[in-house]
T-cell receptor, first 115, second 112 residues
Framework: GAVVSQHPSWVICKSGTSVKIECRSL??????MFWYRQFPKQSLMLMAT?????????EQGVEKDKFLINHASLTLSTLTVTSAHPEDSSFYIC???????????FGPGTRLTVL | RKEVEQDPGPFNVPEGATVAFNCTYS??????FFWYRQDCRKEPKLLMS???SGNEDGRFTAQLNRASQYISLLIRDSKLSDSATYLC?????????????FGAGTRLTVKP
């Protein structure tokens, strides 16, 4: 099946720093990538949807200036958490889909801890 | 009202038991439906799609009732390895792009 990778798998940073997370589709071209956040014992929450070559669409309540998304190619999307704070500590998961297909392929997630 | 609602559980069942999970969704325009499985601190993985005619994959049976906007998952002969959180997911296409909404998940623990 399709494979999606994320890097890094975990990161610990100081409050105020920025963290970049990469999401790659390894064996297919992803027209759309999604970024989710999951707090402990809670559901996946969609943060934003990004299409290659265009601006990301953010969900209500998600600050676009804080969570910068770049989808520069059909195989790579990046999420940058700017000026991270402890409340941004979470499990960030990306997923990718092919145009018009059902279902999404998830990356293994990135666990962010902000001290 | 949440877009996708599930009983969070936890469901604690003995090995060999049959267990059923339910899920309701609010958007009648939803077009496709899935059950995902998520292990602790891991990403969700697709368990099975759900079709109106119902579908079965080994010990797992999924049902969809569009009129009632209701989805179910039945697990027969539970194994210890079935312990996980099961996520109900509904999807609809917006401008040919997927918009997937997740339930909060139902946690299952199968005990020896």
């Amino acid at each position: 099946g399709a494979v999606v990778s994320q890097h890094p798998s975990w990161v610990i940073c100081k409050s105020g720093t920025s963290v970049k997370i990469e999401c790659r589709s390894l064996d297919f071209q992803a027209t759309t990538m999604f970024w989710y956040r999951q707090f402990p014992k809670q559901s996946l929450m969609l943060m934003a949807t990004s299409n290659e070559g265009s601006k990301a669409t953010y969900e209500q309540g998600v600050e676009k200036d804080k969570f910068l998304i770049n989808h520069a190619s059909l195989t790579l999307s990046t999420l940058t958490v700017t000026s991270a704070h402890p409340e941004d500590s979470s499990f960030y998961i990306c997923s990718a889909s092919l145009l018009g297909t059902k279902g999404q392929y998830f990356g293994p997630g990135t666990r962010l801890t902000v001290l | 009202r949440k877009e996708v609602e599930q009983d969070p559980g936890p469901f604690n069942v003995p090995e060999g038991a049959t267990v059923a999970f339910n899920c309701t969704y609010s958007n009648s325009a939803s077009q496709s439906f899935f059950w995902y499985r998520q292990d602790c601190r891991k990403e969700p993985k697709l368990l099975m799609s759900v079709y109106s005619s119902g579908n079965e994959d080994g010990r797992f049976t999924a049902q969809l009732n569009r009129a009632s906007q209701y989805i179910s998952l039945l697990i027969r002969d539970s194994k210890l390895s079935d312990s996980a959180t099961y996520l109900c997911v509904v999807n609809f296409l917006v401008d040919n792009n997927n918009d997937m909404r997740f339930g909060a998940g139902t946690r299952l623990t199968v005990k020896p």
